[in-house]
């Protein structure tokens, strides 16, 4: 597949001819923070933004959706979102994140409801121009990405380098007229950026390497750590919502008025949540803090790695880090301790 | 839908089947047996449906009847939520929806050929076990010596009676019951299940030992166990945990690592020891 | 199989989560499609003693209130709190703050503060008088979720009221946490249902839902050390919808 070049003016220009004929979501200014959002303008495009408030995620597993609609005594019909989309601007530790929720979407049972929408997606990826104050992407090896995006821009200064990766990517590119074949000026300019951001990203640092963590934390099952850190837990689920890799969800119906059709609808839900595991009759599981506050972790760092062939399930982007009010929520900072008290190897 | 995702299924889509026979067992229990609209249905002991009342939810149910036995299969729901509180509601000829069999974690149907089989079971324990008590009773040949103990908390929380009475009037199962808190109508052992353990004639050390009751049953039948010296990969556990999609996606069942709705609702006691939060 | 009967009465309140009844505008006729409204006093003038839902709206200052509220629970098989009157004792519950009642009667009703019909007692919630089957939070409170309670129950179901706090629902909705933008947000330790309405909208969560069934205090004790504040700034925050709340009872 091909690699260009683009002027960013030129690229402003090709980013509105997009938005005229496609559905385009892409990161944006929302007050002093971005996000991801509808793009009217290319002018409200930001590339050089720093991490959105929320993960892309949720253009694959909104907050809430409907899975079916039914009819009392009838039958169940499955629905879905199947409009085409361009992602404009995923970050590369985002990137990583989507191959993972797409591996385990698809495995085992088809999610068709996740894959739908992942399949209708065009992901316009794009490496980080400015760190954010959470960010560890290198120290988990998501600071630059090798797969899964459809075209991936690189900011070298006055123009990006934009490589298209799929078939989807080239055709999108092809929109670009004033895009040139990259140089080797232009490729090592890239080179230089990945290079940087490998090492930059990195305002956390982890003590190991993150394939040692499934280790790590299989001896570290009745550490004190998760007593101390729970100890001031919420409970409120910020960790699981902002995190591009949790995915847990409640399904529930609703009724219409007419008490005979209806939808039945599934949610984001989060395994730090009183009542996650608790069932009818009222037992729950886990009714500790510590345990769910442990449980996150290990799902980052043990139990979706034995799913997904090793990856580690964080990806270093901070956001848990940042929406954590009582600053308990960093996996690097329980990682260390652990590491401090347990050692390596 | 998109091309590649129309040639699959959806996973959560449940289909329709009718209530072929409705009644009530006693006050917090229902029977039910279903048959599916379109299709037959095999499956195995130990597995369970997703069972959907339209407007109220979805709730897990493990199959109480057997494959041998035809004419649809057999489910008892004990009133406890919304759904299960629908459930009751139904009767003959009402429709609703199914999802599967689903679970890998089975019955040990055929490991336990020709070994001796002992099933404990606590309370409503008994109905999902029956699934496979009747298996074993339809292939009698193929399986040793079968115990099956059954300890109830009331005298009227006791299910399946007339089965059970019928077990236990046969030569070739020894059926041992106990109630906990019994009334003068009761004759029999009183306390808990553990207690009839040690009253078990065939041997217990080679023998396949299935395990169904509350939580809080389970830590004290495996002590007993223990003392007799059972290995751990011949007891068999049926775990309870919120399965809420029953595929392996939302998270509620997890126990560490593993998803119940998909390695179990069965799983054998050594494989439970990476699984701190089982027990 | 004929219409549920529903009542709709007023305890002490401003009457605005009825209002929130009223502008339910076209989905009122679907609701009034599912059930007959038999008393309404701020939409209808007629009367009824029969009914299957009462829904309770206000919170319970005076003796008579109680007797009236208790023939209400009799008369009805299910009893719906409505609004955070009914639900907390919302914002009428300042009052119990004060150790002199009668101090407080004359500061609010000065020379009138003896009539009869003030002979008011500390507030409570309706579910410290009477058993309350469903809670509908929030002053005022959401539409959406009203109605979602009223089909659910219309149906014979348990609505599904969240035990998470808001903050679930503001940061499913992008928002960034107003902590960081130096407000005294109660997000953390309020029931989630509203959609974090309020912080959506730039201000802080005023807790009107009430607390979670668990709230975590260590953690709140921290996080306002850590943003160089120190109790009372919480407590002052707390004060609007918290005061003297005993734990609601959730059926």
């Given at each position: 597949m091909s690699v260009k070049k683009i002027a960013k003016k030129d690229f402003v220009e090709f980013v509105e001819t997009l938005i005229r004929k496609e559905r385009v979501f892409g990161v944006q200014a929302k007050g002093d923070r971005f996000d991801f959002a509808p793009l009217e303008s290319a002018q409200d495009l930001r590339l050089d933004y720093d991490v959105t408030l929320q993960p892309p995620k949720k253009f694959f597993q909104p907050p809430a959706e409907v899975l079916m609609t039914f009819e009392v005594g009838g039958g169940y019909q499955s629905q879905y979102d199947d409009e085409p989309f361009v992602l404009l601007g995923v970050h590369p530790y985002d990137m990583v994140a989507i191959n993972q929720m797409d591996e385990l979407f698809s495995q085992d049972n088809y999610d068709t409801h996740y894959m739908t929408r992942r399949n209708n997606a065009t992901i316009v990826a794009c490496d980080v121009a400015k760190p954010s104050e959470n960010v560890f992407a290198s120290s988990m090896g998501t600071a630059v990405v090798k797969s899964g995006y459809d075209v991936l821009l690189t900011d070298i200064g006055d123009s990006y380098v934009c490589e298209a990766a799929t078939e989807k990517g080239e055709k999108l590119m092809a929109a670009a007229k004033k895009a040139v074949p990259a140089d080797d000026a232009a490729l090592k300019s890239r080179e230089a950026v990945w290079a940087k951001n490998k090492k930059g990203l990195n305002r956390h640092e982890l003590k190991c390497d993150p394939a040692y963590l499934p280790k790590l934390l299989a001896k570290a099952y009745k550490h004190p750590v998760w007593e101390e850190r729970a100890k001031t837990c919420f409970s409120c689920g910020s960790c699981n919502q902002v995190c591009p890799t949790c995915y847990c969800f409640n399904v529930q119906d609703d009724v219409n008025w007419d008490m005979k059709t209806g939808k039945r609808e599934r949610a984001w839900d989060g395994c730090l949540l009183d009542g996650f595991t608790k069932v009818a009759g009222e037992h729950e599981f886990r009714k500790q803090r510590a345990d769910r506050f442990r449980h996150r972790i290990y799902r980052k760092g043990m139990y979706v790695p034995e799913k997904i062939g090793g990856q580690i399930a964080c990806v270093g982007c901070g956001r848990c880090v940042a929406a954590c009010l009582p600053d308990i929520a960093n996996p690097v900072a329980v990682y260390n301790r652990l590491i401090d008290d347990l050692g390596i190897g | 839908m998109c091309q590649c995702c129309a040639e699959k299924k959806d996973i959560y889509l449940p289909e329709l089947a009718t209530v072929m026979d409705a009644k009530a067992m006693n006050v917090t229990e229902r029977y039910l047996r279903l048959a599916m609209d379109d299709g037959p249905f095999d499956f195995v002991p130990g597995q369970f449906v997703e069972v959907s009342v339209a407007g109220i939810g979805e709730a897990p149910i493990t199959i109480s009847s057997s494959p041998t036995q035809n004419g649809g299969f057999e489910l008892v729901v004990r009133k406890v939520g919304n759904v299960t509180k629908a459930i009751h509601n139904l009767n003959k000829g009402d429709k609703l929806g199914i999802r599967g069999p689903l679970g890998d974690g089975m019955y040990p149907v055929d490991e336990a050929k020709g070994k001796n089989v002992v099933f404990i079971c606590g309370g409503i324990g008994l109905v999902p076990q029956r699934s496979f008590v009747n298996y074993v009773l339809d292939n009698r040949d193929d399986y040793g010596e079968v115990t099956i103990l059954q300890g109830t908390k009331e005298y009227d929380q006791r299910l399946f009676t007339d089965e059970v009475a019928a077990w236990d009037k046969r030569d070739d199962v020894q059926m041992l019951e106990t109630i906990d808190?019994?009334?003068?109508?009761w004759k029999s052992n009183v306390g808990v299940v553990t207690k009839l353990i040690p009253m078990i004639k065939s041997e217990l050390k080679s023998a396949v030992v299935l395990v169904c009751g509350p939580p809080v049953m389970y830590k004290f039948v495996l002590m007993s166990l223990e003392e007799h010296e059972v290995p751990h990969e011949n007891i068999f556990l049926n775990l309870e945990r919120k399965m809420k999609c029953g595929v392996g996606k939302c998270g509620h069942c997890q126990i560490n690592s593993t998803y119940t709705c998909m390695d179990g609702p069965v799983f054998r006691y050594s494989d439970l020891a990476t699984m701190p939060e089982a027990i | 199989m004929s219409k549920p009967k529903i009542a709709i009465f007023d305890f002490a309140c401003c009457e605005g989560c009825q209002l929130q009844i009223v502008n339910l505008e076209e989905e009122l006729l679907d609701l009034l499609g599912g059930a007959d409204v038999v008393e309404w006093r701020e939409a209808m003038s007629e009367k009824c003693d029969e009914y299957d839902i009462a829904i309770i709206e206000g919170s319970i200052t005076r003796l008579e209130d109680e007797e009236r509220l208790k023939l209400i629970r009799s008369r009805a098989k299910i009893l719906i709190a409505l609004g955070a009157c009914a639900t907390i004792g919302g914002i009428n519950k300042l009052k119990n703050n004060f150790d002199d009642l009668d101090e407080v009667k004359k500061c609010v009703y000065g020379k009138d503060a003896n009539k009869p019909h003030l002979a008011t007692q500390p507030t409570k919630a309706v579910d410290e008088v009477v058993q309350v089957d469903a809670y509908v939070h929030g002053c005022p409170i959401d539409r959406k979720e009203f109605t979602y309670i009223m089909r659910c129950l219309l149906m014979g179901k348990e609505p599904e009221i969240p035990e998470y706090p808001v903050c679930v629902e503001c940061k499913a909705k992008g928002n960034p946490c107003l902590w960081e933008y130096g407000q005294v947000c109660l997000g953390p330790i309020i029931r989630a249902g509203c959609g974090a309405r309020c912080p959506s909208n730039g201000f802080r969560c005023f807790g009107c839902r009430g607390y979670i069934d668990n709230p975590n205090v260590d953690a709140a004790k921290d996080v306002i050390d850590k943003f160089g504040l120190n109790i009372d700034d919480l407590k002052t925050k707390m004060v609007l919808f918290g005061s003297r709340q005993e734990p609601t009872i959730h059926g």
């Amino acid at each position: 597949m091909s690699v260009k070049k683009i002027a960013k003016k030129d690229f402003v220009e090709f980013v509105e001819t997009l938005i005229r004929k496609e559905r385009v979501f892409g990161v944006q200014a929302k007050g002093d923070r971005f996000d991801f959002a509808p793009l009217e303008s290319a002018q409200d495009l930001r590339l050089d933004y720093d991490v959105t408030l929320q993960p892309p995620k949720k253009f694959f597993q909104p907050p809430a959706e409907v899975l079916m609609t039914f009819e009392v005594g009838g039958g169940y019909q499955s629905q879905y979102d199947d409009e085409p989309f361009v992602l404009l601007g995923v970050h590369p530790y985002d990137m990583v994140a989507i191959n993972q929720m797409d591996e385990l979407f698809s495995q085992d049972n088809y999610d068709t409801h996740y894959m739908t929408r992942r399949n209708n997606a065009t992901i316009v990826a794009c490496d980080v121009a400015k760190p954010s104050e959470n960010v560890f992407a290198s120290s988990m090896g998501t600071a630059v990405v090798k797969s899964g995006y459809d075209v991936l821009l690189t900011d070298i200064g006055d123009s990006y380098v934009c490589e298209a990766a799929t078939e989807k990517g080239e055709k999108l590119m092809a929109a670009a007229k004033k895009a040139v074949p990259a140089d080797d000026a232009a490729l090592k300019s890239r080179e230089a950026v990945w290079a940087k951001n490998k090492k930059g990203l990195n305002r956390h640092e982890l003590k190991c390497d993150p394939a040692y963590l499934p280790k790590l934390l299989a001896k570290a099952y009745k550490h004190p750590v998760w007593e101390e850190r729970a100890k001031t837990c919420f409970s409120c689920g910020s960790c699981n919502q902002v995190c591009p890799t949790c995915y847990c969800f409640n399904v529930q119906d609703d009724v219409n008025w007419d008490m005979k059709t209806g939808k039945r609808e599934r949610a984001w839900d989060g395994c730090l949540l009183d009542g996650f595991t608790k069932v009818a009759g009222e037992h729950e599981f886990r009714k500790q803090r510590a345990d769910r506050f442990r449980h996150r972790i290990y799902r980052k760092g043990m139990y979706v790695p034995e799913k997904i062939g090793g990856q580690i399930a964080c990806v270093g982007c901070g956001r848990c880090v940042a929406a954590c009010l009582p600053d308990i929520a960093n996996p690097v900072a329980v990682y260390n301790r652990l590491i401090d008290d347990l050692g390596i190897g | 839908m998109c091309q590649c995702c129309a040639e699959k299924k959806d996973i959560y889509l449940p289909e329709l089947a009718t209530v072929m026979d409705a009644k009530a067992m006693n006050v917090t229990e229902r029977y039910l047996r279903l048959a599916m609209d379109d299709g037959p249905f095999d499956f195995v002991p130990g597995q369970f449906v997703e069972v959907s009342v339209a407007g109220i939810g979805e709730a897990p149910i493990t199959i109480s009847s057997s494959p041998t036995q035809n004419g649809g299969f057999e489910l008892v729901v004990r009133k406890v939520g919304n759904v299960t509180k629908a459930i009751h509601n139904l009767n003959k000829g009402d429709k609703l929806g199914i999802r599967g069999p689903l679970g890998d974690g089975m019955y040990p149907v055929d490991e336990a050929k020709g070994k001796n089989v002992v099933f404990i079971c606590g309370g409503i324990g008994l109905v999902p076990q029956r699934s496979f008590v009747n298996y074993v009773l339809d292939n009698r040949d193929d399986y040793g010596e079968v115990t099956i103990l059954q300890g109830t908390k009331e005298y009227d929380q006791r299910l399946f009676t007339d089965e059970v009475a019928a077990w236990d009037k046969r030569d070739d199962v020894q059926m041992l019951e106990t109630i906990d808190l019994p009334d003068k109508r009761w004759k029999s052992n009183v306390g808990v299940v553990t207690k009839l353990i040690p009253m078990i004639k065939s041997e217990l050390k080679s023998a396949v030992v299935l395990v169904c009751g509350p939580p809080v049953m389970y830590k004290f039948v495996l002590m007993s166990l223990e003392e007799h010296e059972v290995p751990h990969e011949n007891i068999f556990l049926n775990l309870e945990r919120k399965m809420k999609c029953g595929v392996g996606k939302c998270g509620h069942c997890q126990i560490n690592s593993t998803y119940t709705c998909m390695d179990g609702p069965v799983f054998r006691y050594s494989d439970l020891a990476t699984m701190p939060e089982a027990i | 199989m004929s219409k549920p009967k529903i009542a709709i009465f007023d305890f002490a309140c401003c009457e605005g989560c009825q209002l929130q009844i009223v502008n339910l505008e076209e989905e009122l006729l679907d609701l009034l499609g599912g059930a007959d409204v038999v008393e309404w006093r701020e939409a209808m003038s007629e009367k009824c003693d029969e009914y299957d839902i009462a829904i309770i709206e206000g919170s319970i200052t005076r003796l008579e209130d109680e007797e009236r509220l208790k023939l209400i629970r009799s008369r009805a098989k299910i009893l719906i709190a409505l609004g955070a009157c009914a639900t907390i004792g919302g914002i009428n519950k300042l009052k119990n703050n004060f150790d002199d009642l009668d101090e407080v009667k004359k500061c609010v009703y000065g020379k009138d503060a003896n009539k009869p019909h003030l002979a008011t007692q500390p507030t409570k919630a309706v579910d410290e008088v009477v058993q309350v089957d469903a809670y509908v939070h929030g002053c005022p409170i959401d539409r959406k979720e009203f109605t979602y309670i009223m089909r659910c129950l219309l149906m014979g179901k348990e609505p599904e009221i969240p035990e998470y706090p808001v903050c679930v629902e503001c940061k499913a909705k992008g928002n960034p946490c107003l902590w960081e933008y130096g407000q005294v947000c109660l997000g953390p330790i309020i029931r989630a249902g509203c959609g974090a309405r309020c912080p959506s909208n730039g201000f802080r969560c005023f807790g009107c839902r009430g607390y979670i069934d668990n709230p975590n205090v260590d953690a709140a004790k921290d996080v306002i050390d850590k943003f160089g504040l120190n109790i009372d700034d919480l407590k002052t925050k707390m004060v609007l919808f918290g005061s003297r709340q005993e734990p609601t009872i959730h059926g």
